[in-house]
């Protein structure tokens, strides 16, 4: 009976998450668009992207590149980008490593000057692809002073 119970709230609870994307998408100019939405936490911010697949410029090694990035993006309360880090940023080309970085330390990394060499070579690119986010704020929300979200990148 209670397996019968969380199963059936399970579906309420998505069937509720779904409809309020959907009205989301509806009520603002982002229908078209990839969004990005925490399923667990309430994001005050909701950011539309053409798709979470990118693909690196010639002079970075263009269509020839694969692997992903994870960056950490630090949100004001207007929704604006201050900050960011690289978290994650794992490039291959064929099956060659190109960059296998993973920031393991407490701080993170602000600064161009502050990763290695190989991973400052992509950061004007990263700067330049979340300056083309368009980040939206919730109906309703209250956005912390600054609020956390990682995004993540496929290249292919």
């Known amino acids: 009976m209670n397996k019968i119970f969380i199963i059936c709230l ?6 509720s998450c779904s409809a309020q994307v959907d009205s989301i998408k509806k009520d603002s ?15 005050p911010f909701i950011i539309e992207r053409e798709s979470q697949y990118v693909q690196l410029p010639d002079s970075l090694g263009g269509n020839t590149i694969t692997g992903l990035a994870f960056l950490g993006l630090f949100i004001n309360q207007e929704a604006k980008v201050k900050q960011f880090t690289i978290i994650r940023l794992n490039l291959t080309k064929g099956e060659n490593i190109v960059v296998d970085y993973l920031n393991t330390k407490s701080e993170c990394p602000l600064r161009e000057n502050d990763y290695p060499v190989g991973v400052k070579r992509y950061y004007k690119f990263f700067t330049e692809y979340i300056a083309n986010l368009k980040i939206a704020p919730m109906p309703n929300a209250k956005p912390k002073e600054v609020t956390i979200i990682n995004l993540p990148l496929r290249f292919r």
């Open 10 to 15: 399970f579906g309420i609870v998505g069937i």
């Open 29 to 43: 100019a982002l229908s078209n668009s990839e969004l990005l939405i925490d399923p667990i936490e309430e994001m």
